[in-house]
């Protein structure tokens, strides 16, 4: 019987996983798939039990910023917060689906920047789904706000995508260096996608929304639970400029708040607890997985020396081929893997600082072309299917291919001014 070599094995478990994730097929959740195929890596012995265990290790930082912004979503979700804020949203739009999508696409940016992408996919998505509820509208096109701004935005600071945190590692540039370097690619990605969003969205954006709200006050509950968001947003700033790790603070976060509003109320946590996606989690501990069973195929070591040598010879040419590289690769296998590889490049060679930030525009802007190409939209589709929502992979990729090329290209030749 012939033996498969380990290499081509892991190359074959890694694609039929990474379609598995993609496609659902028989609509089996995307974190069955990715276990299972890094379980059966395992099984056949092509990565050994002590390394798997140590790749599912390395997203601790990841699992708990998860945590604690999950626990936080739901929690303003059962309190009322997202109900008061689509409403108050609803009413300043007076009417207009026009003025509606402009003001989601503004709270968007915003979120993200200051509270990371996933927060905009966990946070902000029930919000906006509530507000298109209350408003009578079709809420696909804002909730395509929620995604695709989750990932144009994501570079705008340090802390606007744990990716970020995974590409530079050690080697983070100073905060105004980071300014000075992604303020106009972030600029051109931002802009080119609210372009492109409101021309495909046109049609039904200009439907006009009910205007009969009546805003009811806020719950002692959900002030506490928007208190909680808010510190929770000062405290990943001041850690970021800190250069610490997010994941323990967000996740201190979420937790306190969520005990502080179930005492007052005393309640018991455990529905809070149970309406948590917790899917999520083992979905990107098996990416991990199978991202360290491809790097002991050796691809990534002859990546990085391979992007080096064009580095030397042609900084601007390697720029550019780090930047679409990775925004394909995000797209194949997702950006959170393709984030480690990036990261892991960097550790392997030295790269111009053009070329690393090209690499991570790549990672953060170029999953918006598929549904399963980040984290963050990965986090979207769980939260609109808990609304009734569906989007297929093939209906988000028609949309993706028109909004993600202008802006990554935007971005790249924004980044050579």
């Known amino acids: 019987m012939p033996v498969i070599d380990p290499a081509v094995g892991i190359w074959i478990v890694a694609a039929v996983a990474t379609c598995g994730v993609i496609l ?81 696409f503004l709270v968007g940016t915003l979120v993200t920047v200051f509270l990371s992408n996933d927060a905009t996919a966990v946070v902000l998505t029930p919000a906006v789904y509530a507000a298109c509820r209350a408003a009578k509208a079709e809420p696909l096109p804002y909730l395509f706000i ?111 708040t969520a005990a502080l509003v179930h005492l007052g109320q005393r309640r018991s946590p455990l529905p809070l607890l149970k309406g948590v996606a917790w899917g999520v989690l083992p979905l990107v501990a098996g990416l991990f997985v199978l991202v360290e069973a491809v790097a002991q195929t050796g691809l990534i070591e002859r990546l990085a020396h391979g992007l080096a040598d064009l580095a030397r010879h042609d900084p601007v040419q ?38 690393t930030a090209a690499l991570l525009i790549g990672v953060d802007l170029g999953p918006n072309l598929s549904i399963t190409g980040s984290l963050a939209t990965l986090l979207w589709l769980v939260a609109i299917r808990r609304e009734g929502e569906h989007v297929g992979a093939l209906d988000f ?13 935007g971005a790249l030749l924004a980044l050579h001014i």
């Open 146 to 256: 929620c995604a695709f701004i989750a990932n144009a935005a994501s570079f705008v600071l340090p802390i606007s995508n744990p990716a970020n945190l995974v590409v530079f590692g050690t080697q983070m540039p100073p905060l105004l260096d980071w300014l000075r370097q992604f303020t106009l690619p972030s600029l051109a990605a931002i802009g080119l996608t609210y372009l492109v969003l409101r021309l495909t969205q046109r049609r039904q954006i200009t439907q006009p929304l009910a205007t009969a709200i009546e805003l009811q006050p806020l719950s002692g509950g959900a002030r506490l639970c928007a208190l909680g968001i808010m510190v929770t947003a000062l405290v990943l700033v001041s850690t970021s400029a800190l250069d610490q790790p997010l994941g323990l603070p967000t996740f201190c976060a979420g937790l306190a």
């Open 397 to 409: 990729l028609r949309l993706g291919v028109l909004v993600m090329p202008p802006a990554l290209l």
């Open 318 to 355: 390697a720029s550019w081929a780090a930047g679409l590289g990775s925004a394909l690769a995000g797209n194949l296998m997702n950006n959170l893997p393709t984030g480690l590889i990036a990261g892991s490049i960097g550790h392997i060679v030295q790269l111009p600082t053009a070329t």
């Open 24 to 104: 659902r097929p028989w609509r089996v959740p995307e974190y069955v798939w990715a276990l299972l195929g890094a379980l059966l890596l395992v099984v056949l012995g092509w990565i050994p039990p002590g390394t798997a265990l140590k790749a599912v290790a390395e997203g601790g930082d990841v699992y708990l910023f998860l945590v604690g912004m999950m626990v936080l979503a739901e929690l303003a979700r059962r309190q009322g917060l997202f109900d008061w804020l689509a409403m108050y949203a609803v009413q300043h739009a007076r009417g207009s689906g026009t003025r509606l999508f402009n003001l989601v």
